[in-house]
């Protein structure tokens, strides 16, 4: 089930590129000056290429340390995952994912939707970047509501099969280790739909931010972006490292999607090298593809932070039990905000 929903995102990621590439031709009209790289005294290929391959490296290792080391918490005993400081320390990596989605994602597709290289007709007459994250939110909502829905029929049927009840009341309290397991079940269900569609958001703004890492030769700005990518790598594994934990995957497929989330803009840096004599950041089929893969990504990333995650910490038994506990992981997730605005400064 969880993996019908991560299926039906990628096809709608897949339907915006397809959409995104056949209609950025018939309305947009390159300007000279979008077509090509300014004169800029920083632009050199050749000094840049190096930085890249540094990029590659560090940004990979950063991303490694961030996803492997919520992780391996189970040998740590005050980090499990049962206890008050993991809570707060995946507040605080929500709060990076929040951050990310408002502060990095979301106005960078505004930017680019609203560039001067693209056509006045319709680009600048309809706020795309926001009704694209609208309907990224409202499309992640179906997702976890169908998935759980699914579930939740699914064991009904089970159960009814299992042990009709031929329209008696129970004697005694026999259901109820069932239902108990059954919730725990749905809980873990939900867990893992969340640490699927947060890694494919989380992917596919990491490709195409690695994407216009690799694809530019200005070596002013690349080396500031090295340093504010490896933070930005780092926390936000931690977010998704907490997530995929929670999950109880078995420990290839925590591998697998430990890996996926590190090698993502790693890839689209090199990915961006090898496009570089192509790929024109400022040309209307860029603009148009990335920033409304940017809308996309911002609208999961908001949602998934705001509601499947930090929501359902705040809403949840050990919160709500504990004033002194809600204060501390909203200091928590404020100082993850904090820590991405610090960041786009340079990112």
């Known amino acids: 089930m969880a993996s019908t929903s991560t ?13 995104s590439f056949t209609i950025s031709p018939a309305t947009s009209t ?110 992640t909502l179906a997702i976890d509501a169908m998935a759980t829905s699914l579930y939740t029929t699914k064991n009904a049927v089970g159960i009814l099969e299992n042990g009709p009840d ?80 929670q999950a109880e995957y078995t420990n290839m497929k925590k591998f697998v999607m430990a890996f996926f989330f590190a090698v993502a803009m790693p890839f689209g840096i090199a990915l961006g090298i090898a496009l570089s004599t192509v790929y024109r950041e400022n040309s209307p089929t860029a603009l148009i593809t990335v920033g409304l893969l940017n809308a996309c990504s911002a609208g999961l990333l908001i949602y998934m932070a705001l509601v499947d995650l930090l929501a359902a910490e705040f809403m949840g038994p050990k919160l709500q039990g504990s004033i002194k506990m809600q204060i501390k992981c909203l200091l928590a997730a404020l100082l993850g905000c904090a820590g991405m605005s610090i960041i786009a400064k340079w990112a």
């Open 7 to 19: 299926l039906l995102i990628k096809i709608i990621f897949l339907v915006l590129i397809f959409v």
């Open 30 to 139: 390159a300007l000279d000056e979008c077509a090509s790289e300014s004169a800029n005294p920083c632009v050199n290929k050749a000094k840049a290429l190096p930085l890249k391959i540094i990029a590659i490296a560090t940004i990979l290792v950063a991303s490694m340390i961030g996803v492997g080391a919520p992780l391996f918490t189970r040998s740590v005993p005050f980090l499990q995952p049962d206890r008050n400081i993991f809570t707060i320390v995946k507040c605080f990596a929500s709060g990076i994912i929040l951050g990310t989605g408002f502060i990095h994602v979301l106005p960078d597709a505004f930017m680019m939707l609203s560039s001067k290289c693209l056509e006045e007709n319709p680009w600048h007459k309809f706020p795309f970047s926001g009704f694209i994250a609208m309907l990224s939110c409202l499309v």
């Open 166 to 245: 031929h329209g008696h009341e129970p004697a005694n309290d026999a259901s109820l280790p069932i239902k108990e397991d059954d919730s725990a079940k749905a809980q873990l269900l939900q867990y893992r739909v969340i640490a699927m569609v947060l890694e494919l958001g989380i992917i596919v703004h990491s490709v195409v931010i690695g994407l216009s890492v690799g694809a530019t030769n200005n070596t002013c700005t690349i080396k500031g972006l090295i340093a504010a990518l490896c933070f930005h790598q780092m926390f936000e594994g931690m977010g998704l490292g907490g997530s995929i934990l």
